[in-house]
């Protein structure tokens, strides 16, 4: 029954293939959750176990650890999953999350909360609601800052415009023209965050939403290059505004067979990105995977499942010269 849910949430287009993709995604949160997510080294000196980061750096003046947690792909389960014997029972929910959120930030000095879209669709709450619930816990939760899936538009422009006064945070997209539409001059392109005299910028991705989405429903929203504008916004970030790190919140999906624009193809076609936490595809990471960009900069890409199953979690550390971060990562599982 779960599972049949889960295909009915993927919108338009999701084949077989995907249906088997989200078996391959449910054995490996099973995995995960048997691992206790013990870390990997993953053989890389980017990785480090949060025991073995020397103290002497953290003491060291202009040093900052940023602990950048994240969601996508929540599709409005305010509830765990019901305890019926399946996968997910009793996982997830609204409530634990902003529980780990909470225990996070009592821990940690300088914390960023994102989600990469895909927040409304699949309970009845959101069909009751409008999504008016999902938004409200999102701002009560602290978020500092989200992209648009396509599952957003579910209830049109008007819809989405309906509720973004139950946000206290920005919705992110560069790459949709929104001017024609009721919701323009309300989406940024992009924010900075000021941490400990360290800059991050922050900006978003949307998907193509003609043939995902009821053109209905995107009514005159321009889909813009994705590459073009992530290079543009990314490169004003590093220049312009000054940033020592560029996060891009996407919702182009982690990879394709057919070579549809995916999150892989963004990291290996741009420059100026540190940092791509994604969403769409539902995948299931333990920690990030490493690209090489466009100059063969390492771009790292996490996402964190679906459904609020998964809390992404990156510390990064940033060390007096501003150019080299060391990061711990280890995706949480909201249990
Ligand atoms: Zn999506």
Not at 39 to 66: D, H, I, N, Q, Y
Not at 116 to 143: R, V
Request: aromatic share 8%.
């Amino acid at each position: 029954m779960v599972r049949n849910h889960l295909s009915s949430l993927c919108g338009n287009g999701f084949s077989d293939q995907h249906a088997k993709n989200m078996r391959t995604n449910q054995q490996q949160l099973t995995t995960m959750k048997r691992r206790s997510f013990l870390k990997k080294a993953a053989g890389s000196t980017l990785f480090l176990s949060s025991g073995s980061f020397p103290l002497e750096v953290l003491a060291a003046p202009e040093t900052m650890k940023l602990t950048i947690l994240h969601t996508n792909d929540v599709h409005s389960r305010i509830e765990p999953f019901p305890m019926d014997g399946s996968d997910y029972a009793g996982m997830g929910g609204a409530a634990k999350r902003a529980g780990l959120i909470k225990k996070i930030r009592a821990t940690e000095k300088n914390v960023l909360l994102f989600d990469c879209g895909d927040i409304f669709q699949g309970t009845p709450y959101f069909n009751k609601f409008g999504g008016e619930l999902e938004f409200k816990l999102m701002s009560k939760m602290g978020y500092d800052a989200s992209t648009l899936g396509n599952h957003d538009f579910d209830a049109g422009l008007d819809g989405l415009n309906k509720q973004l006064p139950h946000t206290n945070f920005p919705f992110l997209v560069s790459n949709y023209d929104f001017s024609d539409t009721p919701v323009a001059g309300k989406i940024e392109d992009y924010r900075v965050f000021e941490k400990e005299g360290f800059r991050i910028g922050v900006f978003g991705l949307g998907i193509e939403l003609e043939g995902l989405v009821p053109p209905v429903l995107f009514g005159e929203t321009r889909h813009l290059d994705p590459i073009k504008q992530a290079n543009k916004t990314a490169a004003i970030l590093r220049g312009e505004e000054g940033c020592d790190y560029v996060i891009c919140l996407s919702h182009l999906g982690y990879t394709y067979k057919n070579g549809k624009i995916c999150d892989i193809t963004l990291a290996k076609q741009t420059n100026n990105i540190d940092l791509i936490l994604g969403g769409h595809t539902h995948t299931f990471m333990e920690q990030p995977d490493q690209v090489a960009n466009k100059s063969g900069k390492m771009v790292l890409i996490n996402q964190a499942g679906w459904a609020g199953l998964l809390l992404g979690r990156l510390d990064v550390f940033f060390e007096h010269n501003r150019k080299s971060k060391c990061i711990t990562c280890k995706n949480q599982v909201i249990n």
